[in-house]
């Protein structure tokens, strides 16, 4: 106690200086802080080089002209740009203070384009029209609901999105022309928060769309646009749970090109034939997850996209053959949104890497040749510099091995060396290479060690893998990171009692489960949007995602179930941290609903830790304008000197 006082009394005394002179960075209105210490200017100055690059994502080709729509942050949020010639000038379109996502070209004259936006981050999506011909922005939806989605038929007469407009909760299928607001109508009327459009037959009277139950099992239907009726596609009720993605209609309308893990461990790339339900599959050979596919508009070549080991590959095949054909060889990284051209030639994609923040490229599929579009800043960073992941493989407790991804601090910093160990959401998402944007200061300059785990219960490594934490083997994953705490201690590297652990979501509710139950192992944690108590999550966050996420924790409804979550939860566990902790949350987030921040920092505080806390009035699950994003960063940077170096 004493020592917390004398603590305590030189952050009052340091920033009572601070604030006499001047010299602190002062949150936004926005902006509820408690327990953080005044932030020095000095340190924005220190730090700017990792706070200001910038990334680039393809949103959409211009249908006649080789022209494209991105999205990036030229201010505080990312909005959509248009692209004329690869290298182009980034001209800024929608100027919004919250973010827009999408950008999607109207597909026979490219006289306007469909984005969405929200507002606060609360992801009650609306759709708008852009018209190139005025400028002037369009309302396409009722203001309200939560509208997304998006897929146009051929012809662009018709645009097929999912709205929960009718109750609330329930992803009903709408078809609209965007160019007539009026002609918007409920095509599809279901139950559940899973349900969406995935493509349009060739004739544009049906429909492919998704029920998605969880990422271990989902369903196909056709649906008639005339009169809403729907036909199973992919059966229920069979002694295995079975995924789909993809799902693109072929030329002749007679079969679908899916991803899906029948009879398999990984997603393979198959033809389903609608009419006997037969499924060849076309990726056999591959032993990893296929996660985009694209049909070329001439129907003769399939762009698709496999998971190895984290890294993405493009790879193209040939639809006359069922054979692979060869493919650009692209940087080892990540490919994102891959898209074909009308002239069935240029592909575009986003490729990212450890050195190369997010741009755009398109492929000439002829040729070979790689176009660059977007060559996004870094504000003077040495890329080159920059750490490569190094893929690391250790035992957990029940002899199964766990594999992540190590970054190491560059040589001039000699000894064991502190560890930050940041842990993925979803939960089913898989930590991938890509680049590190702040997260490269504290390798480079405050010389800690990057950890990224993927704990069973992560994609990209086979079904079976993917449901080992489900229910009642939550625990199991804690003890994957318990596991990597051993083998930190096993290096000479590495200092096992400096380790920090972090995540964000799913990953903040790691952050205090791995707080709660290996408190004498770490240092201090950082927990951002994180559940604290499954059974409270699951009451409280908006309904029409409560069930997708019982497929995954269970069922809170459930008494066995409930008193798992309630004895295991990190909010009733919470008297065992002892070590110091920072809680980030959005007030709007309609995922993790910020009572599951309140509740852990006030049970904490009760402990006399110190506890540092952030939110933002208008931001939802995580912060997405770029003001909040580094008051977080300079934030965080303060605890990680002030609890783990020392």
């Known amino acids: 106690m004493r020592k917390l006082a004398r603590v305590l009394a030189v952050v009052v005394l340091a920033a009572a200086s601070l604030l006499a002179q001047g010299d602190v960075i002062m949150p936004g209105d926005n902006l509820v802080v408690e327990g953080v210490p005044p932030i020095p200017k000095t340190l924005a100055d220190t730090v700017g080089r990792y706070t200001d690059y910038r990334a680039a994502f393809f949103q959409s080709w211009h249908p006649t002209r080789r022209e494209m729509l991105i999205s990036t942050r030229f201010g505080d949020t990312n ?64 203001g309200k609901s939560r509208n997304t989605g998006g897929v146009w038929s051929k012809s662009g007469q018709g645009y097929a999105y999912q709205s929960t407009r009718r109750t609330g909760r329930d992803n009903d299928v709408w078809v609209m022309n965007p160019a007539d607001p009026k002609t918007d109508r409920l095509v599809l009327q279901v139950q559940g928060g899973g349900w969406g459009a995935a493509d349009w037959s060739p004739d544009e009277k049906k429909l492919v769309v ?56 990984f997603r393979r790339l198959a033809y389903l034939d609608l009419a006997t339900g037969k499924h060849t ?11 985009e596919v694209e049909l070329s ?19 193209l095949l040939d639809t006359a053959t069922g054979k692979e054909k060869p493919a650009p060889r692209l940087p080892a990284g990540r490919v994102l949104g891959v898209e074909w051209h009308e002239n069935s030639r240029d592909l575009a994609l986003t490729m990212v890497s450890a050195r190369s923040t997010a741009d755009v490229f398109s492929v000439d599929v002829t040729t070979g040749q790689v176009d660059r579009w977007t060559q996004s800043e870094t504000a003077g960073l040495n890329l080159e510099s920059l750490a490569e992941p190094e893929l690391i493989r250790w035992k957990s407790f029940d002899g199964r091995t766990i594999s992540g ?35 490269n200061y504290f390798l480079n300059e405050l010389g800690a060690a990057l950890i990224f785990p993927n704990v069973r219960g992560s994609s990209g490594y086979g079904k079976t893998f993917l449901q080992l934490d489900n229910g009642f083997q939550r625990e199991d994953s804690y003890k994957d990171i318990n596991a990597l705490f051993d083998w930190i201690a096993a290096r000479a590297d590495l200092d096992k009692d400096r380790v920090m652990v972090t995540g964000g979501s799913y990953g903040g509710f790691m952050t205090l489960a791995v707080a709660t139950n290996y408190n004498d192992r770490i240092r201090c944690s950082l927990d951002v949007v994180g559940i604290s108590n499954l059974a409270t999550f699951l009451e409280n966050t908006e309904s029409y995602r409560r069930d997708l996420r019982r497929a995954e924790y269970g069922d809170e409804r459930d008494p066995q179930m409930r008193a798992f979550m309630e004895r295991t939860a990190p909010a009733n566990n919470a008297a065992k941290i002892t070590k110091p902790l920072f809680v980030v949350q959005g007030m709007n987030d309609p995922r993790v609903p910020r009572t599951e921040s309140e509740q852990m920092v006030a049970t904490v505080r009760q402990n ?16 997405a304008k770029k003001k909040n994003q580094d008051f977080q960063f300079y934030s965080m940077v303060l605890f990680v000197q002030e609890y783990l170096l020392k």
């Open 79 to 142: 909005q959509v740009h248009q692209v004329t010639m690869p290298g182009g000038a980034r001209t800024q379109l929608t100027f919004f203070s919250d973010r827009v996502t999408g950008g999607s070209f109207q597909p026979k004259t490219g006289a306007y384009f469909v984005f969405n936006k929200d507002v606060g981050g609360g992801e009650w999506f609306q759709k708008f029209r852009y018209d190139f011909s005025t400028g002037a922005v369009t309302l396409l939806t009722d």
């Open 210 to 265: 998704f029920e998605y139950i969880s990422i271990n099992e989902s369903y196909l239907w056709l649906v008639d646009v005339a009169t809403g009726e729907k036909t199973l596609v992919t059966p229920k009720g069979g002694p295995e749970k079975i995924s789909y993605g993809g799902a693109v209609f072929s030329k002749d309308g007679k079969g679908l090109y899916v991803t899906t893990d029948k009879d398999s461990e």
């Open 281 to 291: 599959y076309l990726t056999s050979h591959i032993n990893w997850d296929v996660e």
């Open 297 to 315: 508009p001439d129907s003769k070549t399939i762009a698709f996209v496999t998971n190895e080991d984290g890294l993405g590959v493009l790879r």
């Open 405 to 439: 991804f190590l970054y190491k601090p560059p040589a001039r910093f000699a000894g064991k060396r502190p560890v930050i160990v940041s842990i993925h959401g979803g939960p089913e998402s898989q930590f991938r290479p890509g680049f590190l944007g702040r997260w």
């Open 608 to 623: 006399r830790t110190p506890v540092w806390y952030l939110m933002a009035r208008d931001e939802g699950h995580g912060f």
